[in-house]
């Protein structure tokens, strides 16, 4: 049986040591009384129902499965999963880090995206239940009606509604432009929507009292393509002017997908028969305002993959210590024993380092996108939020394809040390590499995160973003550029900063004769992108390491965060060199290919 325990202390590390979120937090009016303790007892509560309510119920909930009444259209979800969504809304965790207003806690971002990744560690499937209320509440909070936001939100942030988001049809994914759903106005000022929607994640579901799905459709004289789609908020149960719950709506699960992972999150077939709904935002800019839980969304299946990532690591450690397979070939380490546990030798060594840097690299990128977003919402200044907003928006598409695609690769490394153990459903390791093969396809395919990057975030602005991002970079190296220590940390870093612009250039030169060079280089482009963003907090967090060394600690905890990063900078950064020539490959070898695909 698999273990998890919430890395607590990594986690304190980069939120109080590298990020110091609190200092940066204070100027913001929100924010200004929260402090380290307070940060630290909350996710310390966390880690314990992740671990102890969350996580037992992972392996029989992918064992159990959903289960769908055809007749009437109800799900029930996997023994255990309704209690534990019961605790969880006792515990006020819907609520951490919504506003006040509407019953929040009002912490900040940061908080509840550490606390997310240890849920995503426990249970991928369950935590997706509430996880995708929060894109509701933010997409509502931002863009919807005053009479929207009395209704939805307080029962969200409570956690006595859950929310979702309704895109995808069966002849379109990504493509949203082609969507069919139609939506009818009335003369009441609601909307009759009818259509199909596939891949709902927790569609239906018996958590919760309501479900309050955001459905992208179109209305009868909208525009062909993503200008004539609007967004419409459609609860399950309609919803009385006095906030109780009236008549069921005709939006209803007609059928659950039978997946590789997840098993234990409902995953829908919705059909909406003439389902009443409002619309949130304006006419035929649905799609501006689904934005909000779009970008969310994007961020949280990150953050699934560094969960998973995480328990991943912990299990394959365990394992390693314990597994005794041959001798080292330098010669016996376990004297007293017929073999030496694996763990002895090089490549498992590899195997775990990769998944354990993976792990850190991405929690580090994720709280500091969370602080960016903080920042955006809250600080005074203007131009802080401006900043903010734009390099968040710069580090979304390689939050979700860079740590989704290193989380799938960390996976499959932890597996493979178990061997023939790791395909062997009780250990665990086979569902989560069944569990983190989703995340990478849905909220937007990787490829079109790349795609999002170079062309929308990198090349429509002439590098303008990216160059702020260098401006960070820079800055570290002025900084410890002349000390001796980080030397191993810094020139790599340097190089590729110096590389990326020349890099950057040379894409776009070649796209603007041939907008097929970019597909050909983004996914490429992306992990250079993704390493250079890694390559700057591993840096950072080297640097605190190595200043608390000096300064007299004796915490392991230093010695082992600076043998993670040089391992990162020695094994998995050299990537970019291979990455840099297949960008710079060209579209031939890939287009020039009738032959080869008759």
């Not at 380290?36 to 314990?48: F, M, P, R, Y």
């Not at 909930?61 to 969504?85: I, M, Q, W």
Request: charged share 20%; glycine share 10%.
């Amino acid at each position: 049986m698999p273990q998890y325990n919430p890395p607590l202390r990594d986690m304190q590390f980069v939120l109080h040591e590298v990020l110091r979120v609190v200092d940066e937090l204070k100027v913001c009016p929100p924010h200004a009384e929260v402090d380290a303790d307070t940060i630290n007892a909350v996710l310390e509560e966390g880690g314990k129902f992740a671990a102890e309510v969350a996580f037992p119920i992972n392996i029989t909930g992918d064992a159990e499965g959903c289960r769908l009444n055809k007749e009437t259209h109800e799900v029930t979800t996997p023994s255990g999963f309704k209690a534990a969504y019961e605790q969880y809304v006792a515990g006020g965790w819907p609520a951490l880090s919504c506003d006040p207003q509407y019953g929040g806690q009002g912490l900040p971002f940061v908080v509840n995206q550490a606390f997310y990744e240890m849920l995503n560690s426990a249970n991928q499937a369950w935590t997706m239940y509430p996880g995708l209320s929060h894109g509701a509440y933010e997409c509502l909070h931002a863009h919807g009606t005053e009479e929207q936001k009395r209704l939805y939100l307080p029962k969200l942030t409570s956690g006595e509604w859950t929310g979702t988001m309704c895109l995808t049809e069966p002849h379109c994914g990504t493509d949203l432009g082609l969507l069919r759903t139609k939506a009818e106005p009335q003369p009441d000022g609601t909307y009759k929507l009818t259509g199909q929607k596939i891949f709902i994640s927790a569609g239906e579901h018996d958590l919760a009292e309501n479900i309050v799905h955001l459905v992208l459709a179109r209305l009868p004289d909208a525009p062909a393509g993503t200008k004539g789609i609007s967004l419409f908020v459609v609860p399950k149960f309609k919803v009385n002017a006095d906030g109780s719950l009236g008549e069921r709506n005709a939006i209803y699960c007609g059928g659950i997908e039978h997946k590789m992972g997840i098993h234990g999150n409902a995953t829908c077939q919705m059909i909406l028969d003439g389902a009443v709904g409002t619309m949130v935002g304006q006419p035929n800019k649905g799609l501006q305002a689904m934005f909000v839980m779009m970008n969310a969304a994007r961020l949280g299946v990150g953050n699934q993959s560094v969960g998973l990532t995480e328990v991943a690591f912990q299990n394959a450690l365990a394992y390693a210590k314990d597994r005794i397979q041959m001798r080292s070939l330098s010669g016996p380490k376990a004297k007293d024993k017929p073999a030496d546990p694996i763990i002895v030798h090089p490549d498992v060594r590899r195997m775990l380092l990769t998944a354990k840097a993976y792990a850190e690299g991405g929690r580090a990128l994720l709280i500091y996108c969370a602080l960016l977003l903080d920042k955006e919402l809250h600080h005074p200044d203007e131009q802080v939020r401006k900043d903010s907003a734009e390099l968040l928006a710069l580090l979304t598409p390689i939050a979700k394809a860079f740590l989704t695609d290193n989380g799938f690769i960390a996976v499959n490394e932890c597996l493979q040390v178990f061997g023939g153990h790791g395909y062997i459903k009780e250990w665990g390791m086979e569902q989560f590499v069944r569990d983190a093969r989703i995340n990478m396809i849905y909220e937007g395919t990787n490829t079109v995160q790349s795609l999002d990057l170079l062309g929308r975030k990198v090349l429509a602005n002439q590098g303008a973003t990216l160059k702020k991002f260098g401006k960070l970079v820079q800055s570290l190296i002025e900084e410890e550029g002349v000390n001796e220590k980080m030397s191993e940390f810094i020139n790599p870093l340097a190089q590729l900063a110096e590389q990326m612009t020349k890099f950057t250039t040379e894409i776009g030169f070649k796209a603007l004769q041939n907008p097929d060079e970019a597909g050909a280089a983004a996914v490429p482009y992306l992990r250079v992108a993704g390493h250079l963003v890694f390559a700057y907090f591993f840096a950072r967090m080297a640097s605190v390491a190595l200043k608390a060394i000096a300064a007299g600690s004796t915490d392991p905890f230093y010695r082992g965060k600076l043998q993670t990063a040089r391992f990162y900078f020695a094994r998995l950064f050299p990537e970019t060199a291979t990455l840099m020539r297949q960008a710079r490959a060209g579209v031939a070898s890939l287009l020039d290919t009738d032959a080869a695909l008759a």
